[in-house]
T-cell receptor, first 111, second 115 residues
Framework: AQRVTQPEKLLSVFKGAPVELKCNYSYSGSPELFWYVQYSRQRLQLLLRHISRESIKGFTADLNKGETSFHLKKPFAQEEDSAMYYCALTYSGAGSYQLTFGKGTKLSVIP | KAGVTQTPRYLIKTRGQQVTLSCSPISGHRSVSWYQQTPGQGLQFLFEYFSETQRNKGNFPGRFSGRQFSNSRSEMNVSTLELGDSALYLC??????????????FGEGSRLTVL
C-alpha cells in the first residue's frame, strides 16, 4: 500500500528565507507525485506535478527515487505563500487517478 | 467556466440517519472522485466514478456508497451515520480517460456534522 509522509505539521519561516517542505513516500511501483495547496478560504488546488518538472510561483520539487522523497522548495518565501500544502501520490491504473495524500504542512511566512 | 459545485455546503444529522451529498463537476469532466477530510486522518480517498462506473474504491465500510449520472454529476450516500462520519467531504473532478493529466479540481466541500 502506498503512503505519503509529511513530517512537519507547521513550518514557520521569515519572508525572504528559503523554504523546504518535506515529503517522503512509500510505494513499490513507479509513482506520480504532486503538490497541492490550499490558501485561506480557497479550494484545494494543484501546485505542481513531478512529471512536468516545472516551477510554479517560484516553487520546485524534484523526485528522488533513491530517497523516496519529493520535497517542495522555494529560495525566497513570500507572505502570499502562507497556506496548507499537501503532498500526494498516485499510480496510473486504467486512467484512474486515486490520490493518496499526506496530512499536510501549514506554512506560515512571517513578515 | 464554473468550478466544481457541491451541495449542501453544511448539514447536521443525528446518529443512525442517512445523508446524500451532491457534486456537479466541471463541464466536460467525466471523472468524479470523493474524499473525506478529518483532522485526525487527513484526506482519504472514498471512491472514483468515470462514465457512470465506479473505477476505484477506498477503504471505507459499505455504508459509504456513490453513483454517477449520465451528465457526470455524482452523489454519495452515507447510511446509518456514526459520530465518526463527521467530516468535510470533498468532491473533485478531472477529465478522466486517456487525456487525464492527474490534476484534480476540487469543490469547496460539504461539511457534515453528526450529533
Amino acid at each position: 500500500a502506498q503512503r505519503v509522509t509529511q513530517p512537519e505539521k507547521l513550518l514557520s519561516v521569515f519572508k525572504g528565507a528559503p523554504v523546504e517542505l518535506k515529503c517522503n513516500y512509500s510505494y513499490s511501483g513507479s509513482p506520480e507525485l504532486f503538490w497541492y495547496v490550499q490558501y485561506s478560504r480557497q479550494r484545494l488546488q494543484l501546485l505542481l506535478r513531478h512529471i512536468s518538472r516545472e516551477s510554479i510561483k517560484g516553487f520546485t520539487a524534484d523526485l528522488n527515487k533513491g530517497e523516496t522523497s519529493f520535497h517542495l522548495k522555494k529560495p525566497f518565501a513570500q507572505e502570499e505563500d502562507s497556506a496548507m500544502y499537501y503532498c500526494a501520490l498516485t499510480y496510473s491504473g486504467a486512467g484512474s487517478y486515486q490520490l493518496t495524500f499526506g496530512k499536510g504542512t501549514k506554512l506560515s511566512v512571517i513578515p | 467556466k464554473a468550478g466544481v459545485t457541491q451541495t449542501p455546503r453544511y448539514l447536521i444529522k443525528t446518529r443512525g440517519q442517512q445523508v446524500t451529498l451532491s457534486c456537479s463537476p466541471i463541464s466536460g469532466h467525466r471523472s468524479v472522485s470523493w474524499y473525506q477530510q478529518t483532522p485526525g486522518q487527513g484526506l482519504q480517498f472514498l471512491f472514483e466514478y468515470f462514465s457512470e462506473t465506479q473505477r476505484n474504491k477506498g477503504n471505507f465500510p459499505g455504508r459509504f456508497s456513490g453513483r454517477q449520472f449520465s451528465n457526470s454529476r455524482s452523489e454519495m450516500n452515507v447510511s446509518t451515520l456514526e459520530l465518526g462520519d463527521s467530516a468535510l467531504y470533498l468532491c473533485a473532478s478531472s477529465l478522466g480517460g486517456g487525456t487525464n493529466t492527474g490534476e484534480l479540481f476540487f469543490g469547496e466541500g460539504s461539511r457534515l456534522t453528526v450529533l
